[in-house]
């Protein structure tokens, strides 16, 4: 048996008991690891981060090189050069400092934060008074930005801006690719008419929005979480800080979305994979996993960022998928053998296959 406890004797007169009785105690417990990151591939994006209610929330996409939130300085943050705040406590924007002195120590260009406009101020003045402490002036730069606005993160790509509801100034966020589709009446026509349509100054397109990722950031439920942004997106990161049943009216009153609430906005939402963060620690994973697993035929794609164990399985099944269809692909294309374990071959079932 491996315990990892370690009788020790001691004299308990040493803890204020009574002098000269001596007995055996254990080692206390190691701590418990804190702090890791939650991963999720969902193809064809990673989401990294970390979020815990009141403690810190970072999420990073790196595909569009964008982090919402700044609660904790990640390594997978400091490769962004943006970070769109959704609201001001501290466990959003308590590693904003950091963020900027990781990034010009380790001399990564540029860096700027979104925010709301009420919110640029105090912001600008936090990071101000670093220079006293520090003795020097580490660049940085914040950047209001007015709910419908919109920020372009690639070509054809834009950062948009949605006004929510919380208990300060708050925003989430979409990012939303923009494409110009051919107009319904022209679409059966031969390219040599359409040459001379297009000659004649007409526009043959039109244009439309497709949702990628939604972030709702800290908010009550609003129509807002019920607009296309979040209705169509392909992946929604929404926070879910409540999932007891009694906890409703706690929700109501910190304007925080509960586990309820996601269960209704799954109705309306059509994403391949809603990503749940923000969980509070009186929540045990368990608990969480079990309540999940009553969402019925919706449960399949909702994820808890911060479930190491589960998101873990779900990575090496991942791999192991790739790696399937990596053998097949070689044993039909290629060779006149497969090399095993032992260094036989099998050119047999290579024939059989291919």
């Excluded at 963020?99 to 640029?120: D, M």
């Excluded at 979409?174 to 031969?190: F, G, I, S, T, W």
């Excluded at 109705?267 to 994973?285: F, G, I, N, P, Q």
């Excluded at 998928?321 to 053998?337: I, N």
Aim: proline share 5%; aromatic share 6%; charged share 30%.
């Amino acid at each position: 048996m491996n315990d990892r406890r370690v009788p020790c004797l001691i004299t308990l007169s040493d803890v204020g008991d009574a002098p000269g009785i001596r007995s055996f105690n254990m080692i206390p417990k190691q701590p418990p690891r804190d702090g890791q990151s939650g991963f999720l591939y969902l193809p064809p994006y990673r989401v990294h981060g970390i979020s815990v209610a009141g403690e810190y929330t970072t999420i990073t996409i790196p595909e569009f090189g964008v982090t919402f939130d700044m609660g904790q300085c990640t390594r997978a943050s400091l490769t962004s050069d943006l970070i769109a705040l959704s609201h001001s406590h501290m466990d959003h924007v308590g590693s904003i400092p950091y963020w900027f002195s990781q990034r010009y120590f380790q001399k990564l260009e540029g860096g700027r934060i979104v925010c709301h406009p009420e919110i640029a101020g105090p912001l600008r003045r936090m990071l101000a008074s670093w220079v006293d402490l520090e003795r020097q002036k580490t660049p940085n730069e914040i950047v209001e930005i007015e709910p419908e606005s919109e920020i372009e993160l690639r070509q054809n790509i834009v950062l948009r801006a949605i006004e929510t509801r919380h208990t300060c100034p708050s925003l989430g966020y979409a990012v939303v690719e923009h494409r110009h589709k051919l107009k319904l009446e022209y679409q059966d026509l031969p390219q040599s008419e359409l040459r001379r349509i297009r000659s004649e100054g007409n526009d043959l397109t039109v244009k439309t929005e497709i949702p990628l990722i939604a972030y709702t950031g800290d908010t009550d439920r609003g129509d807002f979480l019920e607009r296309d942004e979040f209705a169509k997106a392909r992946v929604v990161i929404a926070e879910c800080t409540f999932f007891d049943e009694d906890h409703r009216g706690r929700a109501r009153v910190g304007r925080h979305l509960h586990l309820d609430d996601i269960a209704e906005l799954l109705k309306k939402w059509d994403a391949e994979h809603v990503v749940l963060v923000h969980l509070s620690r009186r929540t045990l994973l368990s608990d969480a996993r079990e309540r999940l697993a009553t969402l019925g035929s919706d449960a399949d794609r909702v994820h808890l960022l911060m479930d190491h164990r589960t998101n873990r399985r779900r990575y090496e099944t991942q791999l192991a998928e790739v790696a399937e269809v990596s053998v097949e692909t070689s044993v039909g294309v290629g060779g006149d053998s497969i090399e095993k374990s032992n260094g036989s071959t099998n050119s047999e079932g290579l024939q059989e296959k291919g």
